[in-house]
């Protein structure tokens, strides 16, 4: 096979768009996706017939706007080219008018009270920096979507919108020192991808799986990850043929599928790709979970994202890495070697740390879910804690200019910024410091906290914003310095002394840091219930509003769709629990019961010995009625729920009311599959399925 042959074949790609397009249209759309900005609608009607053109010659019968909504998944609706003509016969036409907007009924789609269902019109609109491609015989346009009122009813126009302030902000200090030649400023991400490969019929058989996507039941296994045998280890055979045929798929795609490993948990594996913009990254993050399900399942697998499928084993998450970069191919955190660049590296580093300082809590946010609170803090991934690693090296050049000393690397005097050069930092540090949740790794920052379901949009909408907010304060600072290397020490000094508290370059998973982050006023947001509401903490909004990234009426729906899908989530995983106590746990551990009862009833007529049968029916009859209760308990739980006024409300009752129920139900039954025979149980247990892929 040839990949360079085959890569982004099913891609609308500027190759593609050089080859199909008269020379200045594609000049137009090329300038248009350089610069970010709209298309021009002079030319719609040429570009999107030349992509039907392509298409069709592909294969493709319909086409999709295709967007995503607050559901965190991708949505489409597909309509065929096919156009009547006089004589009974059809043409394949696709118009400009129909590449560049879309209508769409947006009333089914989660939108935290912004719309009422009868306003049902939404429209989407071709995000045109995003190549359109083809997926099963459709012809797929990322597109935004909106209320036609203007409001935002998706995660990518907040992203773009975050990006584009974060270029005007990032500008603005590019041209302080002195650079003129630079047009854009992007924000890049490579989002590594954790996730697990089972049996299919092992998902099939099991309803919480299905229902919930993760199981809500099962003891440990005798094996799980102790042995440290997964990571990094030989790949299995069914396992290395998926990964194949799914870096082809991918790359088919244009998505740059790069590394792909086992991971800690047995049946656990990671893909990366190498990064891009984040809104292209984006969407091919989530195309390539879509990707990974539809692979999977062609090699009688199931694909499994959620970021905790397992209890007692770890999760999955998703690693996204940050940077920005400009369009001469400048990374702004790549440490220099000259005194400017130097200066200007630490002021964009100064602006990350003042930025995760002042908002911690939307990143947090940004990553909370049901199931990613399984996760943090559960000493497999970052508390629910943020911080900020940054290695030894630049902890001391941090630690010298706040203190205004002399920096170890230097032979005398305190250096000055934008004056000095530093000493050379050391580009990959081996110790990564894995338990970090914002790590800087040399030249970008890797923030670890995402669950592997998220869409990567949200969290990355906060990046972009908070980091462009610092760099607006700093560069309307700067702007009016007379003395600009002065000041610009002055600022990096104050603003990391300010917000020094931040760094943390020890043991994330150490319960000391716990304490250690308290006293220094950080805040630990364990549950969903407790980060969620604080999106909508004044501060807050005024950033959003400051930087136009969301209305105060987006955040509070936003906020409120996030809530509501907490309470959904968790809703369906306790009606799952008691159905599977109820009518399969329950009358299976009976039956083994009565199999029980009545072998101990012949051996006693035989004079044999049954005190060990005894025992286990008394702790298994025992252990049975409990679950019973606990399953009735829940249900119970469920109706009060309803009483709860409000999504913030209702958050917390789940949080501290049925959760704890879930894990009392759970318990009984975990204990009674360590006690019931193998062929009563009426699922497969953890070895099974962890097991299952050979
Ligand atoms: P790991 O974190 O597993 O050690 P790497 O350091 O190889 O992995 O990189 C992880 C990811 O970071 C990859 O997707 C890579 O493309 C991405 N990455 C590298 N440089 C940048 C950058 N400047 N901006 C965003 N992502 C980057
Ligand atoms: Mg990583």
């Known amino acids: 096979m040839k990949v360079p042959e085959i890569f982004g074949e099913n891609v609308f790609n500027l190759q593609v768009m050089q080859e199909k397009l008269p020379k200045e249209v594609f ?145 603005r200090i590019l041209r302080l020192f002195g650079n003129k030649t630079v047009r854009h400023v992007h924000t890049t991400v490579g989002a590594e991808q954790e996730y697990f490969l089972i049996d299919r019929k092992m998902y099939d058989a099991r309803k919480d799986l299905v229902f919930s996507g993760r199981t809500l039941f099962g003891a440990k296994p005798p094996k799980g990850q102790e042995l440290e045998d997964h990571y990094f280890g030989p790949i299995k055979l069914r396992v290395s043929a998926f990964m194949r045929d799914l870096d082809v798929e991918l790359w088919k795609l244009g998505i740059l599928a790069k590394t792909k490993h086992n991971e800690v948990a047995p049946s656990q ?75 200007q590296f630490m002021l964009f580093l100064t602006a990350v740390i003042k930025a995760v300082d002042e908002y911690p809590d939307l990143l947090r946010l940004s990553v909370a879910s049901a199931g990613n609170d399984h996760r943090l803090g559960g000493n497999e991934a970052p508390p629910a804690i943020v911080s900020i690693f940054v290695g030894e090296e630049l902890g001391e050049i941090i630690d010298s200019l706040v203190r205004g000393v002399q920096y170890k690397g230097r032979k005398k005097g305190v250096m000055k910024l934008g004056v000095d050069t530093f000493p050379e930092l050391p580009k990959d540090t081996t110790d990564r410091n894995r338990t970090s949740p914002f790590a800087f790794t040399g030249n970008k920052f890797e923030f670890r906290m995402l669950g592997s379901t998220f869409s990567i949009a949200g969290p990355n909408i906060m990046i972009n914003t908070i980091v462009a907010d610092s760099l607006r304060q700093f ?173 913030e409300a209702s958050a917390r009752f789940f949080a501290d009311k049925v959760i704890p129920a879930m894990q009392r139900l759970r318990a009984y039954a975990d204990e009674m599959e360590l006690n019931t025979a193998k062929k009563y149980w009426p699922f497969p247990t953890y070895g099974d399925i962890l097991f299952s892929v050979s």
């Open 27 to 171: 000049k137009s759309l090329k300038k248009t996706i350089d610069e970010g900005r709209a298309l021009d609608p002079t030319i719609a009607g040429v570009v999107a017939n030349a992509m039907k053109d392509w298409a069709v010659e592909k294969g493709a019968t319909h086409y999709t706007h295709w967007f995503q909504p607050m559901t965190g998944i991708t949505a489409e609706k597909h309509d065929s080219f096919i156009s009547p003509t006089k004589d009974g016969k059809v043409i394949m036409e696709f118009s400009g008018k129909e590449l560049v907007i879309g209508e769409s009924d947006a009333s089914s789609f989660p939108n935290g009270g912004v719309r009422a269902t009868f306003e049902a019109r939404g429209y989407t609109a071709w995000d045109p920096t995003s190549f359109a491609f083809i997926k099963d015989g459709t012809l797929c346009i990322p597109t935004a979507f909106l209320s036609y009122g203007g409001e935002v009813l998706d995660k990518k126009t907040p992203l773009l919108k975050s990006m584009a302030v974060l270029n005007e902000q990032a500008l």
């Open 269 to 343: 594996h990671e893909l990366a790709p190498i990064f891009t913009v984040t809104n292209v990254a984006s969407d091919q993050n989530q195309l390539m979970m879509e990707t990974m399900k539809k692979v999977a399942s062609r090699h009688g697998l199931y694909c499994l994202l959620h970021e905790k499928p397992f209890a007692g084993v770890n999760g999955s998450g998703k690693h996204n890495n940050w940077s920005m970069s400009t369009d001469t191919g400048l990374n702004l955190l790549d440490p220099g070697s000259t005194p400017a660049e130097n200066g």
């Open 475 to 647: 560069a309307d600072e700067l702007e009016g310095a007379k003395d600009f290397n002065a000041a610009l020490h002055d600022l990096v000094a104050r603003e990391l002394k300010a917000h020094k508290r931040i760094i943390f370059n020890g043991n994330n998973y150490a319960p000391e840091w716990a304490e250690e982050a308290e006293k220094r006023g950080l805040p630990n947001l364990r549950t969903c219930a407790d980060a969620l509401p604080h999106f909508a903490d004044k501060k807050n909004i005024e950033l959003f509003e400051r930087n136009k990234v969301f209305t105060e009426r987006e955040v509070r729906s936003r906020m409120e769709i996030m809530l509501e899908n907490y309470s959904k989530v968790l809703t369906i995983e306790a009606l799952t629990m008691v159905e599977m106590a109820k009518k399969d746990i329950y009358p299976a551990v009976n039956e083994y019961l009565s199999e029980l009862c009545s072998a101990a009833q012949s051996k006693e007529q035989m004079g044999g010995n049954t005190k060990s049968d005894r025992e286990l029916i008394q702790k298994l009859s025992a252990d049975n009625e409990a679950m019973y209760f606990a399953a009735g308990e829940i249900e119970k739980l469920l109706v009060d729920a309803k009483e709860a006024v409000g999504a």
